[in-house]
Nanobody
């Protein structure tokens, strides 16, 4: 059973930075696509970005230029580095694992519980 545990969320001022981590266990991490999604109150869960097994990254338009996804296959961990945070980035951030890269939630089989990111203005 694959388990994903996010950490690193918190409260940050606008313009600040955070690095989220997602630790995976119980599966084939090095073979999975790892994605990051976020869900703001009252909104749909939306794609932030993803990283392939070999490190190829994909980003949403809102994440490009400010967010960077990386992975350490030896540590079974994926990271989301966020800079230049804005109040509209406030959301619960989720990591997910699946066999294929893409922005659709249906591509991902396993999800973490999420970590709250709050950006104050």
């Amino acid at each position: 059973q694959v388990q994903l545990v996010e950490s690193g969320g918190g409260l940050v001022q606008a313009g600040g930075s955070l690095r989220l981590s997602c630790a995976a266990s119980g599966g084939t991490f090095s073979r999975d696509i790892m994605g990051w999604f976020r869900q703001a109150p009252g909104k749909e869960r939306e794609f932030v970005g993803a990283i392939s097994r070999s490190g190829i990254t994909y980003y949403s338009d809102s994440a490009k230029g400010r967010f960077t996804i990386s992975r350490d296959n030896a540590k079974n961990t994926v990271y989301l580095q966020m800079i230049g945070l804005k109040p509209e980035d406030t959301a619960v951030y989720y990591c997910a694992a699946g066999p294929a890269a893409g922005s659709s939630r249906r591509l991902y089989d396993h999800w973490g519980q999420g970590t709250q990111v709050t950006v104050s203005s």
